[in-house]
């Protein structure tokens, strides 16, 4: 009999209903928060969001990353996963009278039940130990925390208790197979009579559906929120490339502001993303602008949100209790009563968030350094778990300050004023753009129309001295595969990369559309890149105004061209055989295009050894250039490219491989801040391989 020794077992019924009255009011007054954002779709289809859920969820892939915490949560979450589904097993038979806990069902819940609770009970104290004693710098300690492992914590023993006490009283054949139960059984015999054995049992009995009551009813007001709210964002992940940013219509004459400037102006997903943060900070962890000691805490901007969301709904909630008859039928939730605010449903006369005394989202919710400061390197967004996105909101307030406040960092007006002027940062005149590639002789599209590859060298390649020796190398790589190639020459412009991630959208949008209007005039189909930027840039973001093109970088094509036999390397010259090497993961080469065996493969073609450095890869460590970075001098802080710097020279080797322009200036400036150019040599992997040429 299930509820053997309670009384009044039906009891557990109302409690239930009551805790999820609870529970679901809860989850409502969230729902009623995110309502105040904007429409947005992010349904990616059933299976996919399923699929998502499966690996990220219940697989846990992102969360075994790290090995302690990774494996601490993946045995609570079990535990409890079990737990439930035994739990549920037993309610069904006590409940409505289907006869299955029984025979191997029976068997496989009682030893499940007890090995996973065991696991779940261990998982818990490494979380004590963790957050209490080893105290990671990363982890905030609250109150919320110490009542979740608290409640955790006892509804397990408790569990472990009554079973231990039922079989203390009542023999039981299959007690070897509960064995917490088991172990504890004889213990409690020796310590109680019966009659106490009995009281004890109907008390702790008691107290565990209490307990597990109460951590359910207070679900959607603690962290433990993210028990659903994570795998729904899993679910609802971004797919497809990352960091694209929605275009502007500057045409259309309906649209007062740009950028993001209030909270209601993010997208119900942006404000959705702030409550399925768990703040676990493994973004704070690997953000480069946070580690060298920037102002910015991806973790603190979220949580900062947060609470501005919830500020934000109270104002609004009791705007419309003072003044009922403003908003929409007289009644209106305050889903309806923002967007009455936003002007959607006609409704003019309700105040904006400024009327209403609340603090200003850009400036004193979240800092003007917190904005600058990001490199865009999309680390943060890789290392969390539950995909909250961090960087398209920082775009998007960078878009309201520049195009609506003119507010940026100084450096920032030279490199727009440079671009706008001459179509690159350096200001250079943009007549001189095709003069280093022609004096090697490279056609210009106008002169080899049926090149099989436009070669765009980007305003590195063409401008900047050192990486001019790259745009050489691959020139002399193509050759040397009698690969058809040509370039634009002068009617190629800055692909807009640094404009777009700066805010400057306008820029972006002038400078690309001339330069798709060229590339569609010559019929372009295939682009090689040297810069993952304006790979990037041409591949994913030029589409949405027309331009579709077959994009490579230089790193994909020139494997392709050894794999395939069309590029041959003379291995006995250069030089470079057996010497070591690290290689440097550009940003938007891997985080953004998932480009890693590429590269590598390419060096260890030519014979080098290949040593990693401690952030290889998705954990790769920014460079300090890219978000238009590049332009903008670092105030405070150590110099992340120094840093970097600094991690590329602990291996011991001789070479530094790049992939990337800016990578390749950085880490430069970084070996030499340490006095180490001379024994360390910076180069592009296109440079490695020309070594190689006879």
């Known amino acids: 009999m299930l509820y053997w020794n309670i009384d009044g077992h039906w009891l557990i019924y109302p409690l239930a209903v009551i805790t999820f009255i609870i529970f679901f009011y809860g989850y409502y007054r969230r729902y009623r928060l995110w309502k105040m954002g904007q429409p947005e779709k992010r349904w990616p289809g059933l299976w996919q ?39 549920l097993i037993v309610a069904i038979q006590a409940d409505f009278g289907l006869q299955i806990f029984r025979g191997p069902l029976y068997l496989f819940i009682k030893v499940t039940a007890n090995l996973f609770g065991l696991l779940a009970l261990l998982g818990i104290l490494m979380a004590l130990w963790r957050r209490y004693v080893i105290r990671p710098q990363r982890l905030d300690n609250t109150k919320d925390d110490a009542i979740i492992l608290a409640l955790i914590l006892l509804i397990l023993i408790t569990g472990f208790i009554v079973q231990g006490l039922r079989m203390a009283i009542e023999p039981d054949p299959w007690a070897t197979y509960a064995f917490m139960g088991y172990i504890m059984a004889p213990w409690l015999a020796s310590l109680f009579s019966e009659a106490t054995l009995l009281s004890l049992h109907k008390i702790i009995w008691w107290i565990h559906p209490i307990l597990a009551f109460t951590l359910i009813a207070y679900f959607p007001y603690s962290k433990l929120s993210h028990i659903l709210l994570a795998p729904a964002n899993q679910a609802l992940r971004h797919h497809g490339p990352p960091g694209v940013p929605e275009p502007i219509d500057f045409e259309d ?13 993010f997208s119900w997903k942006t404000l959705f993303n702030t409550d399925a943060c768990v703040k676990c900070g493994r973004c704070q962890d690997h953000c480069p ?13 979220i949580q900062d949100l947060r609470v501005h969301m919830e500020e934000v709904g109270k104002a609004y909630e009791n705007y419309r209790k003072k003044h009922p008859t403003t908003a929409v039928g007289g009644g209106a939730g305050l889903q309806e009563t923002v967007a009455a605010a936003q002007g959607s449903t006609g409704q003019e006369n ?25 490199t865009t390197c999309r680390s943060c967004e890789e290392q969390c778990p539950i995909f909250v996105e961090h960087v398209d909101k920082t775009v998007a307030m960078r878009r309201n300050l520049v195009l ?22 350096w200001g250079i005149g943009w007549s001189t753009r095709a003069d280093y590639l022609q004096s090697l002789d490279v056609p210009t599209l106008a002169e080899n129309p049926e090149a099989e590859i436009l070669y765009y060298p980007g305003c590195s390649g063409a401008f900047d001295g050192r990486n001019q020796k790259v745009s050489a190398a691959i020139v002399k790589l193509l050759r040397e595969a009698q690969v058809n190639f040509a370039i634009l020459g002068n009617e190629e412009k800055c692909c807009g990369d640094s404009a777009r991630r700066l805010g400057n959208e306008y820029l972006f949008h002038s400078l690309a559309t001339e330069n798709i209007k060229v590339l569609n005039g010559y019929g372009v189909k295939k682009i090689l890149t040297q810069c993952p930027h304006c790979f990037n840039c041409l591949k994913h973001e030029y589409p949405q105004f027309g331009g579709d093109f077959e994009v490579l970088h230089h790193t994909e094509y020139l494997n392709d061209l050894l794999s395939s036999g069309r590029l041959q390397l003379n291995h006995g010259i250069g030089g470079a055989d057996g010497r070591r090497i690290t290689y440097h993961d550009s940003c938007y080469l891997g985080r953004y295009n998932t480009i890693y065996q590429a590269p590598r493969q390419l060096l260890q073609e030519v014979g080098l050894n290949l040593l990693e450095m401690a952030h290889t890869k998705e954990k790769s460590f920014c460079c300090g250039a890219g978000g238009g970075r590049m332009w903008l001098e670092e105030h405070q802080g150590e110099r992340i490219n120094v ?6 020279i602990a291996p011991g080797v001789d070479r530094v ?3 990337c322009p800016f990578c390749l200036t950085m880490i430069s400036d970084g070996v030499a801040a340490r006095e180490a150019g001379e024994q360390v040599k910076v180069l592009d992997i296109a440079e490695i391989l020309a070594e190689k040429i006879s």
């Open 289 to 301: 602008a946070y580690l060298s000691g920037k102002h910015l805490n991806p973790k603190q901007v």
């Open 253 to 265: 004459e309906s649209i007062e502001t740009y950028g993001k400037s209030k909270l209601r102006e």
């Open 350 to 374: 309700l105040p904006g968030e400024e009327e209403l005394g609340l603090p200003e989202l850009i400036g004193q919710v979240i800092s003007e350094n917190d904005i600058w400061d990001c």
């Open 49 to 87: 969001g399923i699929k998502d859920v499966l690996i990220y969820g219940f697989g846990h892939k992102r969360i075994l990353k790290e090995g302690y915490p990774g494996l601490m949560h993946a045995m609570i979450f079990w535990g409890f996963a079990l737990l439930f589904f035994a739990t």
């Open 404 to 425: 609506m406040e003119s507010c940026f960092p100084p450096e920032a007006q030279l490199a727009f004023r440079n671009m706008e002027n001459n179509g690159n940062p």
């Open 643 to 648: 840093m970097r710097a600094d991690e590329a």
């Open 657 to 659: 491989g790049t992939a």
